[in-house]
């Protein structure tokens, strides 16, 4: 291992030369506490900042086992020592001057959800703790001024690796708190398979966020009342007893006038696949973890999936067994996105009438008069709910404000009123019973054949020219893998811009090693997940340093990201 003084000579003797020179200083280095690793230097100081990272020896670092042994505890710790670490290196962001990105520092900024990331990572059993960030090595056009690199590798860096990576000089008190949030949040989690219960929604939460850009809560916003009839009560092992409302599983309505707060609460359930942090208002919103959003997604590809549990008998003859469309409609993309959360394990449909295919959810009794059966190639998902929730063990949750439809189908039926929620099950069953006059001499649907899980795809239709593939996020819109575009728009649980480009790491990894015209696409979903979950989420990247902006994704996302991959064959 060199020492840092090494790193100093270095950088003394290169000041005033050509740019490129920076290139000598890469490789490890020895400080005081910690090693400093130059992974990476950019080309120019106008090209994607250099890659650093900070490794300190778990004796060192001094964190406690308890907050390390469990991975959801750990998780949280890592994402509490990122924050804080983020907030050290800002003050000191553009400190040091010079053209391009010259004396940038930034390190990844999580948002509310607590995600497993790249940017930190720490070692179960010994405690070790990397942390990777990015650095815009100085430069006065393009030469180089070592020193300005200098003050911030030996003035700056040091500060915020003392002040935010050692147990020691940490917030200890704040850290137990993040650790117990996780242990209660891991609890909650744990509960909603003992009792059954599809999510939990703490009274107190709040649900609504403070824009449309912004994902922090809304201030002053009405906080979530459990009505009495759903109120489950936990004993949480740190904080003590907390009430809210169960939803069971089965079949859930959630109903209520235009603006009362319906889309809100099933966003926060969407979102209750992730923990998050204390003061979000959702940290004690939790959903059963395999939960998948549903909707329609005009447009998308579809490459081979068994809708004729849905859809059957196209004008076109096209098989729905094996569906294959680069243009799907409303009702086809949003029939093989669910089919696809089955095939990806979900437990839990979470549906928004805003954002389906009407002609996917339901079809009213006139409308089948006048369309005769046999000219309608959908069997609307109101036909087949019930059998997704006793043959399948997959719940739903519906928001449906215009149609009652579905108030026969479902086992619970809330309300949202000005915010709160009351459940009106046995209400609207009597309106409901009292209606049926229409419906009630249809002829009982038989049971679909299951949908085939069995896709099978051999490598890309173009192979990928090497491991220098790029990889390029676009936000949370798309990711690109050798220019082939990956839309993930409408996959919403998708929260952060760095599970987007995981994903694309994934699906670069999948296409080299993994496809192969034997395994199936469900198979290789949880072979990447799998890769993540030992490995660490760096294990899908091959390059000759592993990016500081990546987060991992759940499997179902994994899946969602596969299933939108045009170049498949
Ligand atoms: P719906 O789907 O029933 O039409 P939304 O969930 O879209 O209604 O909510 C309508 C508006 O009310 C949104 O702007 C949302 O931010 C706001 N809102 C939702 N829940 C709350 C709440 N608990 N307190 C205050 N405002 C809320
Ligand atoms: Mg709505």
Redesign the pocket.
């Known amino acids: 291992m060199k020492q840092a003084e090494e790193l100093q000579q270095i950088l003394r003797r290169i000041d005033h030369k050509g740019y490129p020179a920076y290139k000598d200083t890469a490789g490890a280095y020895q400080c005081r506490d910690y090693v400093l690793s130059i992974d990476h230097v950019q080309g120019d100081p106008f090209a994607s900042p250099s890659k650093v990272s900070i490794h300190i020896d778990g004796k060192k670092a001094g964190f406690p086992a308890d907050l390390i042994r469990e991975k959801h505890t750990r998780t949280a710790l890592a994402d509490a020592l990122l924050r804080r670490f983020g907030r050290e290196v800002e003050q000191y962001s553009h400190k040091a001057k010079g053209s391009g990105k010259s004396g940038l520092l930034s390190v990844s900024r999580p948002g509310q959800e607590v995600l497993e990331r790249s940017a930190c990572e720490i070692s179960p059993d010994s405690g070790d703790l990397l942390v990777r960030m990015e650095i815009g090595f100085p430069a006065n056009g393009r030469t180089i001024h070592s020193g300005e690199l200098i003050k911030i590798l030996f003035r700056f860096l040091p500060e915020c690796v003392q002040n935010a990576l050692f147990y020691k000089n940490a917030d200890q008190k704040h850290l137990k708190a993040v650790k117990e949030l996780a242990q209660d949040q891991q609890f909650i989690r744990g509960q909603l398979k003992e009792k059954h219960l599809a999510a939990f929604v703490a009274d107190g939460a709040?649900?609504?966020?403070e824009s449309g850009i912004s994902d922090r809560p809304?201030k002053?916003?009405?906080?979530?009342l459990s009505p009495e009839s759903m109120a489950v009560e936990l004993h949480l092992p740190n904080a003590g007893i907390i009430r809210g409302m169960g939803i069971p599983q089965g079949i859930t309505l959630i109903v209520?006038?235009?603006?009362?707060?319906?889309?809100?609460?099933l966003?926060a359930l969407e979102r209750g696949v992730y923990n998050h942090i204390a003061k979000d208002g959702r940290e004690y919103v939790i959903t059963d973890d395999t939960a998948v959003k549903i909707r329609a997604e005009d447009g998308r590809s579809i490459q081979g999936t068994d809708i004729s549990m849905f859809i059957n008998g196209l004008p076109n003859g096209k098989d729905t067994r094996s569906f294959v469309t680069e243009d799907a409609s409303g009702s086809t993309s949003q029939a093989a996105n669910v089919i696809e959360a089955m095939e990806a394990g979900t437990r839990l449909f979470l549906i928004?009438e805003?954002t389906s295919a009407t002609n996917f959810m339901i079809r009213d009794e006139l409308m089948a008069r006048v369309v005769h059966p046999k000219m309608e190639p959908i069997t609307p998902f109101i036909d087949r709910v019930e059998e997704l929730a006793d043959g399948y063990g997959i719940s739903t949750i519906l928001?449906a404000?215009s149609c009652g439809s579905y108030f026969y189908k479902a086992d619970h039926v809330i309300q949202?009123m000005q915010?709160q929620p009351k459940e009106i099950t046995r209400l609207a069953k009597q309106e409901a019973e009292r209606f049926l006059d229409l419906t009630k001499d249809k002829p009982a649907l038989a049971a679909a054949d299951r949908p085939s899980f069995h896709r099978v795809f051999g490598a890309a239709k173009k192979a990928l020219p090497n491991d220098r593939t790029k990889v390029k996020g676009m936000g949370k819109d798309a990711v690109s893998i050798d220019r082939d575009a990956i839309e993930l728009r409408y996959v919403e649980q998708l929260v952060d811009p760095e599970q987007t480009m995981a994903l694309g790491y994934m699906v670069k990894y999948a296409k080299q090693h993994l496809f192969n015209g034997k395994r199936e696409l469900r198979e290789i979903a949880a072979l990447l997940e799998q890769l993540a979950a030992e490995k660490g989420i760096g294990a899908v990247c091959e390059g000759r340093y592993l990016p500081c902006n990546l987060a991992v994704p759940r499997v179902q996302e994994i899946f969602a990201c596969l299933n939108r991959c045009r170049t498949l064959r």
């Open positions: 709040i649900l609504p966020r809304m002053q916003a009405v906080p979530f209520g006038g235009g603006y009362h707060g319906k889309s809100t609460l966003k928004d805003d928001v404000g949202m915010y």
